[in-house]
Every structure is written in C-alpha cells, then in structure tokens.
C-alpha cells in the first residue's frame, strides 16, 4: 500500500505561505502582476487557465484574462505580449500551450521578456537552468520536486528515471533531478525495453501523454511513482499516465490524478510570479 501523495494539499500549504509573502510586498507598495493568454476554446486549457486565475485571487496576486480568437494572426498575438512587456505593473506572462496551427509556439516563447517568462520556457531561461544558476524554474517540474521535498523523500543517489522528454516536462525534469544529485535516466516512446529500465526507478516520473501506460509490472516494489499525466480513459474520466489501480499496491509513494501534479503546477506559476515581482523591485 502506498502514502498518496496529496499534491491539493500540499498546495493548499504552498498557497498559504505565498500569501502572507504578497501581502508583506503589498504593504511595501508591490503588488505582484500576472497576465494570463489564452488563445481559442481548447476545453481543457480553459480549466486550467481558470485554475490559474483563482490561485491568483487566492493569493493576493494581480491579473488579467487576455482572450484571443482561435484564428488570432502571430503578429497580433505578439503585439499584445509586446505591450505586456513594456507594462511595469505585469511581472508575469503566461501563454497558455497549446496554441493553434497558424502561430509559431518558440516565436511567441521567444517574443516574452526572460524576466517575465514565469513558465521558464525561453532560451535564456532554458539555458540558465542548465548551468543550475536560474530565476525560475518551469512549473510543472517544479512543483513536482516540491511534491517529492514536502513528502520527505530524499533524492541524493537514488535512481530516477524519466519517461517523457517534452520541452516543458521530460527534459527540464531529468535536469532538477541531476542537480539534486539523482542518477538520472531519460526514456520515451522508442526506449527499447522500457519496463526493465522502468523497473530501476527509486523515483519513476510518468510524462509521456497516454492513459495509464504505466502497468504494475513497469514499478519495483516501494518506488515513488509521480504521475504528470492529464488524460480522459475509455469512459471520459481524468486520468494520468500511470495505472493507479495496478500500481498503488507496490508503489511507496504515488501521486493521484487529479489532485496530484496539476494543481502543485499552478501553485508554482504563483511562486514564480511573486519572484519575477521581487526581481522587478529589486532592479530599481
Ligand atoms: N504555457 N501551457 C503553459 N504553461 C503550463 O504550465 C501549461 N500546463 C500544461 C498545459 N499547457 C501549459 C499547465 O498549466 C498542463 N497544465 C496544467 C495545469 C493545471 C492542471 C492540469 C494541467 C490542473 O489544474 N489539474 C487538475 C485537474 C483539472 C481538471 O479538473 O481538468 C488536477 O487536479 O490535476
């Protein structure tokens, strides 16, 4: 039987202590801004985007809801995030991902100022976090790292393996977890016999974007298994990447979806606005 990790709760922790840290920078006159983008009516973005706005009425946090057709041109995506740039009461801008087929997902990244880039998904930002000296680190690997600290599990040469290599996820992942001093190991869709290398992991994270891909005989006995999955199974029903059911027996630690990974994403994306607000003040 495994501890579930309760990623709501932890936020819920998480959210708390953000709170108190806004309304000490507000009493200093800041208050810190966030400018979320949403362009079209992908369902699901709209329940995240909506997550993300009440987080930041939770915790104190400026924002704004900027909402764009889904046939939007690049160029007037681009004017509106140049705008968002030059504004100082905005430290953070967030595009919601994906976008639609007629604009470039790395020209946008690209167009947003670093310092304002609280997904830490520019160049700048990228790269600064592979040289382990960075402002920001992207949400979801963060917070599942947080997820794993708050639970009490130590990371230092435990084997950790990765399944996944997205921009956002799988490669930012595996890099937090070296800089923790784990042995890491990336896999992904072509990895030749992935449930032996699965198998290995201390600490198995799942981003690989298909329902319940990991079966009981991928986990050793007693791993932490986090599941950075968001999928709809056979019936319509959330579901992550790992077979709960299958694997919950064996696993040590696991995380539920939902209640798990999402919700610790958002909480980060607070954090990371409050830095960029704190490095803002701090410039001037
Ligand atoms: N730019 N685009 C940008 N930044 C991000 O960090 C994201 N991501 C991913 C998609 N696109 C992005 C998110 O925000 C995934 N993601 C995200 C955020 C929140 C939740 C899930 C994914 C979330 O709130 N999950 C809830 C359940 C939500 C529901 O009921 O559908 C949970 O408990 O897991």
Redesign the pocket.
């Known amino acids: 039987m495994a501890a579930i990790i309760d990623?709501?709760a932890i936020s819920e922790q998480i959210r708390q202590e953000l709170a108190a840290e806004v309304a000490a920078m507000k009493q200093k006159g800041v208050t810190p801004g966030l400018a979320v983008v949403l362009v079209g009516e992908d369902p699901?973005?709209q329940?995240?985007v909506r997550?993300?706005l009440r987080a930041c009425q939770q915790i104190g946090i400026y924002w704004e809801d900027h909402r764009l057709p889904a046939e939007t041109t690049e160029e007037a995506l681009l004017d509106l995030i140049r705008e968002l740039n030059r504004r100082e009461e905005i430290h953070g801008i967030?595009?919601?991902?994906?976008l639609p087929g007629q604009i470039r997902e790395q020209a946008v990244i690209e167009a947003i100022a670093p310092e304002k880039d609280v997904?830490a998904?520019h160049a700048q930002n990228v790269g600064q976090i592979v040289q382990g000296q960075y402002r920001f680190l992207?949400?979801?690997p963060a917070g599942v790292l947080e997820l794993i600290r708050r639970s009490g599990i130590s990371v230092e040469g435990k084997d950790c393996v990765v399944v996944g290599r997205s921009n956002?996820v799988g490669k930012p992942m595996a890099m937090l977890m070296l800089h923790e001093n784990a042995t890491v190991t990336i896999c992904h869709s072509r990895t030749r016999e992935l449930p032996a290398v699965t198998r290995r992991a201390d600490i198995l994270i799942v981003a690989i974007g298909r329902a319940k891909f990991i079966t009981g005989d991928m986990v050793k006995e007693g791993a932490v298994v986090i599941d950075v999955g968001?999928n709809r199974d056979e019936n319509g029903k959330?579901c992550g990447d790992v077979d709960f059911a299958a694997v919950e027996p064996k696993a040590g630690h696991i995380t539920p979806?939902?209640?798990?990974?999402?919700?610790m994403?958002?909480t980060m994306?607070m954090k990371n606005t409050v830095t960029a607000a704190r490095l803002a003040g701090r410039k001037k």
């Not at 979806?257 to 919700?263: A, K």
């Open positions: 990623g709501k699901a973005s329940v995240y997550n993300k967030l595009v919601q991902l994906p997904d998904f992207p949400c979801t956002i968001m959330l979806v939902p209640g798990g990974v999402g919700p994403t958002i994306l």
